[in-house]
């Protein structure tokens, strides 16, 4: 999975039936100091997130495996909140 | 799902019999402010995108879920016309 | 897709049973404007492409759903000769 | 597979069904010099390595195959220690 | 495919079961003119390729199709071994 930082959304009213009834959360790839990345994805939110929060995301098949994306032509979802992060020498709490 | 521009189409009549009778859009990848990515595509469209428009491309074996590319050999395809961002301090009607 | 020329062959006398019978084609991305990348592939050839030709490469698991790569272990096949381009304000015939 | 250390761990209380009970390690890519990568992934752990030790990590739809990770939505696995590297002119017991 | 040259080897005995029994060699991409790039990966190889030898290398999924990879969960396979190299104005016979 990749760390993840919700940083908006995006509408789209013409789509294919799969999406429709999901919030499609714009998301921004961050290091492990929560630097942001220049690196973005669409994803599905399956667990609730905030703008500005963390995430991890699947990406690929496997994000069609969780109950609100099954049967779903997806290939990102963000499946878990990024609630502490334990390196080395630093305990981030987000 | 990553967000692209359509900058213009392919055509090709030596192919695969499973790509017969589908668009080969040319799509580039564009950053959060639209800036544009030196990353290029051939996707199949699903939604109807017209030149310059914005849309959501899903990559690699979900590409071939949708009504349209079903039982096709195509490993890109875009599944949502991009109509709306929001971010945190901007809202581009696209 | 993306889209790729041919630019050589590679021979294999020692491999996996699935890839007998295949030609593999060397393979180099290029841009939008025909410009190379400095990325390779090595291919299964579906369409009968000759070197300097244009064509589409299609990644991962769909490169397995040819006719001619149905059941063999490749990850990159060529499904499609780019005849033409047309982009915003050029047209190539290639 | 990659090789990666592992560099700390992540906490999650609000995730997919599917990641619960598993631990979730943030790993970094090492180079064959083991000189650190800019490249952060967060994997389950299958073999029970600890922080600073090397293990190789398999991503994408194979991540779900261990014993561990059967039926989780997870693209990232860590499926083996490193206990010794033999290149040309250098052995590392690592 | 990608082109890879084998570099070395890795040992590793606390490891998932599906991986008990099969030789794991660290491969690095390189470029036609033979550039090593700096990318790495461990494989799994299934054609007896020896160290300093050029092999094609299947990913993802894939690597899970020939006969000795097959029910394992690994993610790099090498599947043959590259013996010579046509291009445009060069012949390698490696």
């Given at each position: 999975m990749k760390m993840v930082k919700v940083i908006g959304s995006v509408t789209s009213t013409?789509?294919?039936?799969?999406?429709?009834?999901v919030k499609l959360l714009f998301v921004q790839a961050v290091d492990i100091d929560l630097t942001e990345r220049n690196d973005f994805y669409i994803a599905i939110d399956t667990v609730g997130l905030g703008e500005g929060e963390l995430g991890l995301m699947v990406i690929g098949?496997?994000?069609?495996?969780t109950d609100i994306t099954k049967g779903r032509n997806v290939d990102a979802a963000l499946v878990a909140k990024v609630e502490r992060i334990d390196l080395k020498n630093i305990n981030h709490i987000v």
């Open positions: 013409i789509k294919d039936d799969c999406l429709k009834g098949s496997t994000a069609k495996l």
